[in-house]
């Protein structure tokens, strides 16, 4: 026993994470400074890179860096995750300087995380062959065994299931991995890869303007500070803008759940309604009324000119930051909230009864007990954001993958270039594997419901004068900013707010006739046919989805074949991790293909079929918003399906029912509510899908959904458009709070977005 | 009525074996048990003789028709679960009534047939009068009755429970013990009866297979499996005991003589094994402690000072210190007991049973 060896063993977990920050920043320091002038060379960078490495599996067999830590404890258990993708990206893009610095510094613990899982997965399989019993059965018998679980009915639901998504998801994905790999003339097959990933139009660590802001002095004298981001080319736009994103939307999710879920004070009816507003999806409009509110001569502009004698613009990044903020917030805030309610009250009770208060018990107990949940609605934020096309084309934001890929469409000649397919590739490996790691922690830790039994109903408190305070001044004023878009869309749509403001600011006024523009969607003919358009689509994809949900809802929830269940789910999943953008991309080459290939039987179906002005696109939005909101409509049958206890089919099973009679006859009438709820909640995800019907909808304009008119509209911003533009949000966010309340109230289905 | 059997039947989890290679034979109309603690197989045994689960090795017989294979809804076994798996959507009536609709052209029944045996069934489990309620609207009794009826009404070859009495309350599950039995015995029904309370399971059956980690360990009556063990555990599981290891000193008509382990204690027992090796385990259950001295010539006296002692009601259970063992023992409840004090006992060899230690 030597000294080093002790002095670990007495190392309590806290002082390892203490330690752990402390090195990581006297490293990097440490690095950035000695290496940044030097401008290291490769083979110095990747033999660091490997003796991190080595250091890492050091400290995994001298027992430094636990695996158990990896699985147990939440700091490094994201830490591992994000390490991984860290590692991976900067080794992709070549970075130097400070952020390789940085990635030189973990890759320790990033060997130490793959080790480690290794030695456990290792571990794992070794104890467990122990327990094997000295009978086997041979694999025939084990066949009829596994085969004997499919009746019809099952059968029938899976190859459904697997068919749909397999012809409908896997193979357009395939398609756009396939196409990313052709070469331009002269190069390689990695060359598409290589230019979106190494040169400067994609990935540019030493931009030109450095300073996230600028002063302007406008003409009359009036100094101007626009804030817009620095910008690095698409790819770390993107991830910068989406982490960012993701953290804020986070933090600002967890206080307000946290406030709503512990505390009794009088407004917390009303605040808890507001904070659901901002969910309420109002493409591109809202977009631009956070643009107006937050403009050159809108109301903060006039703020703060008021107290510090510059005016404000929001541009560009930062513009598509603060609006996505304030769009994805509830998602969090709605996992976070579900999650702060599930934790068991005993837990809490006795942590406080062992003494701990306060702050303290929110970070041991209560926090760590709702994290999966909190995760799981972080990685949404994460993904949703990376694929936004809304805020990026409203703020003119080009330099994001989404936008990049969205112009990949407008701009095609003849077949999308592959070097965008090679950008879909990159976009759909961040959003997947993130998913994907998050899943699985989120799997591994969700604990929260484990302990049952006790009684459930949260513990709800008064906060002192202080924390009153704190709510009245930081979380309503943050609430009430948050809702200002839907506000706004409203006020456009009712002409009361003139999207355009004036020089003196926004230009409100009492309207002479509030509903010209809502009449005007609702009887011109050529805009009220988008409108038709689109609920057409969503009611024959949500009739698609349901069955579908049912299929892959009961085939997960009942089938014993646990990989084939499990592959089943992810690829039902999925969806929520592909982003839309990607979808669109392999659909185009789907139906390219397609189109080609069929046209030999059927010569006139190339023009119905081809991605170009004759296309019919009316199939490619029935099949993508089928497959893209599957993931929602899966969700509640799936709940259903889970509420039902296994034996009360087995129950009518035994007593002569086939499984056909037990699913239709027994079940469906008992989930009926969460079939419909997932039916009315796909419809309304469905309605204002965005990607897909803005990629595809120029195509052929007479089949374009509602939001292909907003998208059109809204960018050019001239004369009645925003107006109509609103029209249609304000019709949308009608619909979406009818919804809203027959799920609540009606279906009594918490609303929730926990997708993972 | 119909002979169940199941030969060498084994199930996997991954690599976990639920159950391993178990065999035993219910015989026609007989009450039958499956014994044991939780995660001990006896659901899974029961599921694979109901068609959910199939085995991985071996075979299920009903009558001589092999089973294995054939799906749940085609086996004609009624089963009662655990939770009464009722259909909260679907009234009393509804939930008797559903397995005779399924079979409704088969049995070519009338509706007026189906109706007739629906009120039956519910006079039966004497529930009539209820037949519009939902479930929810009934109390655990009334539902376990209710799951009851229904598996009774459709005449199934068997009648598989699974601990059908573990929820409900203590006096209620006395009463419907009683009921049940009635019940199967009037019906002369083959019943299996999956269970991890003894007491339950000795009450109601015919015959017992305990069942641990997976494998059967004995099958018999009730009063074989608590008088003549022929392991440990089913020792251990049922009813409470002194167990001892010891060695084998003597071999005589019908009985061996083992000193006991960390003692000079040498007992006299019976065994239902033929070759009996020299370690052994001796079982003395303590109702068969006699007060006092005296009895047979082979009986064993000894004496030993009380070390703890609990009123308990019907008895007072009292734990004896013997040299360095330790003994329970039962003694009447009016039986003014103090610690320190010195009991004599007597140990009637024809109901200490010695098996071989595991």
């Given amino acids: 026993m030597n000294i080093t060896r002790l002095w670990v063993g007495s190392l309590r977990r806290e002082d390892l994470t203490l330690f752990g920050t402390g090195t990581a920043l006297l490293l990097a320091s440490l690095l ?166 190494r040169t400067v139009s994609y990935v540019n660590l030493n931009p030109i303007v450095k ?14 500070l626009v804030v817009r981001g620095v910008d690095y080319g698409p790819i770390i736009n993107s991830l910068i803008v989406a982490s960012v994103v993701t953290v804020f939307a986070t933090a600002l999710g967890i206080v307000v759940a946290f406030v709503l879920a512990r505390y009794k004070f009088p407004g917390h009816t009303l605040l808890r309604v507001l904070a659901l507003m901002p969910l309420f999806n109002t493409p591109f409009i809202n977009s631009f009324v956070v643009k107006l509110i937050w403009g050159q001569d809108g109301p903060i502009s006039s703020l703060i000119e008021l107290i510090f004698g510059y005016k404000l613009r929001l541009e560009g990044y930062v513009g598509v930051i603060l609006t996505q903020i304030i769009t994805f917030f509830p998602i969090v805030y709605l996992n976070a909230y579900n999650s702060f309610l599930n934790v068991d009250p005993s837990t809490e009770e006795q942590a406080e009864n062992l003494g701990a208060k306060g702050f303290k018990l929110f970070r041991s107990v209560t926090l760590p007990l709702a994290l999966p949940g909190i995760a799981a609605g972080a990685i949404l934020v994460f993904v949703f ?112 707010l003139k999207p355009y403001p004036t020089a003196t600011g926004l230009d409100i006024r009492i309207p002479e006739n509030p509903f010209m523009y809502l009449t005007k969607v609702l009887s011109d003919s050529t805009i009220y046919s988008y409108l038709l358009n689109t609920f057409t689509y969503a009611g024959i994809s949500v ?129 009926v509510g969460y079939i419909l709820s997932g039916a009315l909640l796909g419809f309304i995800y469905m309605a204002t899908e965005v990607t897909t019907s803005v990629t595809f909808g120029g195509m052929n304009s007479a089949y374009a959904p509602m939001t292909y008119y907003m998208a059109q509209n809204i960018v050019g911003a001239a004369g009645q458009g925003p107006m109509l533009v609103a029209a249609m949000g304000t019709i949308l966010i009608m619909i979406q709070l009818v919804v809203v309340i027959i799920v609540v109230y009606v279906f009594k289905q918490r609303y929730a977005f926990i997708g993972v | 009525m119909t002979k169940i059997r199941l030969e060498n039947i084994s199930k996997y989890y991954g690599n976990v074996v639920a159950v391993d290679d178990v065999s035993f034979e219910v015989r026609k109309g007989e009450f039958f048990a499956i014994l044991g603690p939780s995660g001990c197989g006896k659901t899974t045994t029961l599921r694979i003789i109901a068609g959910f689960e199939v085995p991985d090795i071996g075979r299920v017989y009903f009558d001589d028709e092999d089973v294995t294979f054939v799906k749940p809804y085609k086996r004609n076994t009624a089963m009662v679960f655990q939770n009464y798996a009722l259909w909260p959507h679907m009234t009393v009536y509804e939930n008797v009534a559903y397995g005779l609709k399924l079979r409704k052209k088969e049995l070519n029944l009338t509706d007026a047939d189906i109706d007739r045996m629906v009120k039956e069934a519910l006079e039966l489990v004497r529930l009539s009068g209820l037949e519009n309620r939902y479930p929810l609207q009934l109390s655990g009794g009334q539902q376990q009755r209710v799951a009851l009826a229904r598996a009774l009404v459709v005449r199934p070859r068997a009648l598989l429970l699974d601990e059908p009495l573990s929820n409900l309350d203590a006096k209620l599950r006395i009463e419907m013990r009683e009921e049940l039995k009635k019940l199967q015995r009037s019906l002369n029904l083959t019943t299996i009866y999956v269970t991890h309370d003894q007491l339950e399971a000795m009450s109601l059956s015919d015959r017992i297979a305990v069942l641990n980690k997976g494998r059967l360990m004995q099958v018999g009556t009730p009063q074989e499996l608590y008088f003549r063990p022929k392991n440990l555990f089913v020792a251990d599981f049922l009813g409470r005991s002194n167990i001892y290891s010891g060695e084998v000193v003597a071999k005589g008509e019908g009985y061996v003589e083992v000193k006991l382990e960390d003692s000079d204690l040498i007992v006299r027992g019976v065994t239902p094994f033929e070759n009996i090796p020299k370690k052994v385990a001796v079982i003395i259950r303590p109702e068969i402690i006699r007060l006092g001295e005296g009895g047979d010539d082979m009986d064993v006296s000894v004496r030993g000072v009380v070390d703890f002692a609990m009123f308990i009601g019907d008895k007072v259970e009292a734990r004896l210190k013997i040299g360095k063992i330790s003994m329970l023992i039962y003694l009447p409840n009016t039986y003014n007991i103090r610690l320190g004090d010195e009991v004599k006992l007597t140990l009637p060899w024809r109901n200490i049973v010695v098996i071989p230690s595991d």
């Fill in chain 1, 543 to 671: 009739l698609i989805a349901v069955f579908l949900a049912t299929a892959v809802g009961y085939s997960v929830s009942r089938l014993k074949i646990k990989w084939l269940a499990n592959v089943l789910d992810s690829l039902a999943t999925s969806p929520l991790a592909i982003p839309g953008l990607v979808i669109a991309l392999g659909y185009y080459y789907f139906f390219y293909i397609l189109a080609n290939a069929l046209s030999y039987v059927f010569p006139g179906i190339y023009a119905d079929l081809s991605p170009g002005p004759t296309f019919k696109t009316w199939v490619v939005f029935i099949i993508a918003f089928s497959v893209r909101r599957l993931p929602y409509v899966v969700r509640s049958v799936f709940a259903g399906f889970q509420q039902v206890h296994e034996n009360l089919e087995e129950a009518a099973m035994n007593l002569g029912a086939t499984r056909i009679k037990v699913v239709f006859g027994v079940i469906f009438p008992l989930i």
């Fill in chain 1, 385 to 496: 954001s990376l694929e936004d096309l809304g805020a990026p084309i409203v703020f003119n934001a080009q330099n994001l993958m989404s936008y990049r890929i969205f112009r990949g469409f407008q701009t095609a000649t003849g077949l999308i270039s592959p070097e965008i397919a090679a950008l879909g590739v990159i976009l759909l490996m961040i959003t997947l594997v993130s998913f994907l790691a998050i899943r699985n922690y989120v799997s591994m830790r969700s604990y929260a419901m484990i302990s049952r039994g006790g009684r459930l109903s949260p513990r709800v408190r008064c906060p002192g004068p202080l924390g009153l305070l704190a709510i009245y001044l930081a979380v309503f004023p943050v609430i009430l900013f948050a809702i200002l878009p839907q506000l706004g869309v409203i006020l456009i749509s009712l002409d009361v």
């Fill in chain 1, 32 to 197: 950035i400074n000695a290496l940044q002038p030097l401008e290291i060379s490769k083979v110095v960078s990747y033999a660091l890179m490997l003796l991190g490495f080595t250091v890492g599996s050091v400290m995994v067999v001298k027992g430094l860096y636990r695996y158990d830590y990896i699985r147990y404890s939440f700091t490094l258990s994201f830490l591992s995750v994000i390490t991984l993708l860290y590692l991976f990206l900067t080794l992709l893009i070549e970075a130097y300087g400070v952020p390789q610095a940085f990635a030189v510094f973990l890759t320790p613990l990033a060997g130490a995380s793959i080790v480690g899982y290794l030695h456990g997965k290792l571990r794992e399989k070794g104890g467990m062959l122990k327990v094997g019993s000295l009978r086997k059965p041979d694999l025939r018998r084990r066949l009829r065994a596994t085969l004997y679980q499919l009746d019809t009915t099952m059968w029938f639901f899976l190859l459904f299931g697997f068919l749909y998504l397999t012809v409908f998801m896997v193979l357009p994905i395939l398609l756009v991995l396939t196409y990313s790999f052709t070469p331009p003339a002269g190069g390689g097959w990695w060359s598409n890869f290589y230019n979106v990933l």
């Fill in chain 1, 211 to 224: 300073e996230w802001w600028s002063v302007v002095n406008l003409p009359n004298g009036q100094r101007l």
